[in-house]
């Protein structure tokens, strides 16, 4: 019996990955860039999470990257079909470990979100895709892996649309500003006046003002802090926490800052930037919290510089933001910059 429990024990620590965990938020350590993509390069397309039912969804997709110009090789399991899930954990996590492996594919893209991808972690082999450094893009649910992946491994992913969201001309352009130019890019709204004398859309709110500087973590507030107390989390020491959500409920997004801020995550950080928290709202009557009442209880004693608004998450004009890469806030302008670009 002691035996096996020491099998057992091995098992899920290899599974786990025997990489330590990185600690490179603070700066103390220089953080592994992929290299950019340029046109030709190959595409391996992997569906970490939820299932895709129409093959026409999965052609939509093929067809967006080969409007990029680059090559798409999908993953064997992108249609698989266990239960709600692109396929059982394992398969999952095989398709992104061989698409980082495969030496004719130059960078890996999830097809959607949705859930599952936090299943696969135990999975996926962290010393592959360090010896193997890619460029790895998705949102929402993919947040897990993103994290995940720069924790294990120091490699710079990338918090961007997955390839089944929209494409339109601020979405495409940002994601190659940062992936394909190489550009240390600067995240600033659009200013936008429609039919009124004054802005509003795309307002940036400042919670605390101020100026920070540090390591970029972050993404769907739901996952990231479904992160905390895993080994997958990246260290928080001294880095720019950006976070966004959809169609959650107010007292929830409660509940996850709580758990944040209880962790203690949120006392380390030294700014934060959230971005869209789309379809978020308060329910009718009287007695709820709006969502700024929310996130000014927990940030503002934090005394450290954090805004609302940036074009962050499930929202039409995404931006891309790497998750790893070093760089300074504006809390005041609603300005986040990158310091260096986030590929070589």
């Given at each position: 019996m002691h035996r096996r429990s020491l099998l057992q024990l091995g098992l899920a620590g290899a599974l786990a990955g025997t990489l330590p965990t990185y600690s490179l938020a603070s700066g103390t350590s220089r953080p592994s860039r992929p290299r950019r993509l340029r046109t030709g390069d190959t595409v391996g397309l992997v569906a970490p999470a939820s299932v895709t039912y129409e093959s026409l969804q999965l052609q939509l997709a093929v067809e967006r990257l080969e409007a990029m110009g680059l090559v798409v090789k999908i993953g064997p399991h992108v249609m698989d079909r266990f239960g709600y899930l692109a396929g059982t954990d394992a398969d999952r996590a095989d398709d992104i470990n061989?698409?980082?492996?495969?030496?004719?594919?130059?960078?890996?893209?999830?097809?959607?979100?949705?859930?599952?991808?936090?299943?696969?972690?135990?999975?996926?082999?962290?010393a592959l895709i360090r010896d193997n450094p890619k460029v790895f893009l998705g949102y929402s649910d993919i947040t897990s892996l993103l994290n995940a992946i720069y924790a294990k491994t120091g490699l710079i992913t990338f918090h961007g649309p997955n390839v089944m969201s929209r494409w339109n001309p601020f979405t495409y352009q940002g994601m190659r500003d940062v992936i394909f130019e190489a550009k240390a890019a600067q995240y600033q709204n659009p200013l936008v006046i429609d039919d009124?004398?004054?802005?509003?859309?795309?307002?940036?709110?400042?919670?605390?003002?101020?100026?920070?500087?540090?390591?970029l973590i972050?993404?769907?507030?739901?996952?990231?802090?479904?992160?905390?107390?895993?080994?997958y989390?990246?260290?928080?020491?001294?880095?720019?926490?950006?976070?966004?959500?959809?169609?959650?409920?107010?007292?929830?997004?409660?509940?996850?800052?709580?758990?944040?801020?209880?962790?203690?995550?949120l006392d380390r950080v030294s700014g934060i930037v959230f971005g869209h928290f789309t379809g978020v709202k308060p329910n009718p009557g009287l007695g709820n919290f709006s969502l700024m009442d929310i996130l000014r209880q927990h940030c503002e004693p934090l005394q450290v510089p954090c805004y609302f608004g940036a074009m962050i998450g499930h929202v039409d004009q995404q931006s891309t933001v790497p998750v790893g890469a070093r760089a300074e806030m504006d809390a005041d302008k609603g300005v986040l910059s990158l310091r260096e670009p986030a590929v070589r």
């Open positions: 061989a698409a980082f492996a495969d030496q004719q594919v130059d960078a890996v893209f999830a097809l959607r979100g949705g859930w599952g991808a936090s299943r696969i972690l135990p999975y996926l082999d962290f009124d004398l004054v802005v509003r859309d795309h307002r940036i709110q400042t919670i605390n003002s101020g100026k920070a500087e540090g390591q972050g993404g769907n507030l739901t996952l990231m802090s479904a992160l905390v107390g895993t080994p989390l990246p260290s928080a020491d001294g880095a720019i926490l950006f976070l966004e959500d959809v169609g959650e409920a107010i007292y929830r997004v409660d509940r996850m800052m709580t758990q944040l801020r209880l962790s203690g995550l």
